[in-house]
């Protein structure tokens, strides 16, 4: 129906999360009819993003290049972070959400998902080893610590209740206390659209 160029961008665009059909061709066709330098500005940031921006060696969170050198993002490089805490989340929003009420001042770990079901091919998704191994070893990972609690800080939905059980028992072996975000947010919630009074009270009320 459409052009091979139009039609390529759409099924693209279609991949991003919550983003359907039609969301995908407004976005196509916005580009299309873009005036000025605008589509150059996001092609080039696109290319930013691939060329500027890595993975933190240890909690996964994106960080600009700016030392080439650096393998950790400006939280878990802080040394006056509290290096007995881990907070784990889902997503990089959680993150940012998180950091954004000044309550935390541990690390952080994002696991990159969440499961429905414990099926093993959706765990396989989620970064439990990675987590493990942050936490048994993470001098391996240029962090000196030694975690007293991790918190498992995880959305209140189906998926990841089901995901903090798992973790919960996962982690057990490791000996170390675990803990949840306490019921300042409502079931069926999501930390990342939270306020920062509710966040606040979630981590304080953590058990």
């Known amino acids: 129906m459409y052009p091979k160029p ?4 759409l099924e693209l665009f279609a991949q991003f999360p919550t983003i ?22 996001f092609v080039g940031a696109l290319k930013d993003l691939r060329e500027q921006v890595k993975l933190c060696a240890f909690c996964f969170n994106p960080f600009a290049k700016e030392n080439g050198e650096a393998t950790l993002c ?5 040394t006056r ?9 889902e997503k990089e929003e959680d993150l940012a959400t998180l950091e954004q009420t000044k309550t935390f001042q541990g690390l952080y770990f994002i696991l990159g998902g969440t499961v429905g079901n414990l099926r093993k091919e959706d765990l396989q998704n989620l970064r439990t080893e990675e987590l493990k191994g942050r936490i048994e070893h993470p001098e391996t ?24 059980l798992y973790l919960q028992r996962f982690l057990e072996p490791l000996h170390i206390k675990t ?12 930390v990342e659209y939270a306020d920062e009074e509710t ?9």
């Open 81 to 89: 972070r509290d290096h007995s805490l881990l907070c784990v989340v």
């Open 20 to 41: 359907g059909p039609r969301t995908a061709g407004r976005m196509v066709f916005y580009l299309l009819k873009s005036k000025g330098n605008s589509f150059d500005e």
């Open 179 to 190: 803990t949840r975000l306490g019921r300042g947010l409502p079931i069926g919630g999501e």
């Open 199 to 207: 966040l606040r009270q979630a981590l304080e009320g953590r058990k």
């Open 141 to 164: 990972f240029g962090i000196q610590a030694s975690f007293q609690e991790i918190i498992l800080a995880l959305n209140p939905t189906t998926e990841g209740e089901a995901t903090t």
């Open 6 to 9: 139009i039609q390529q961008l």
């Open 74 to 78: 400006a939280i878990c490089a802080d």
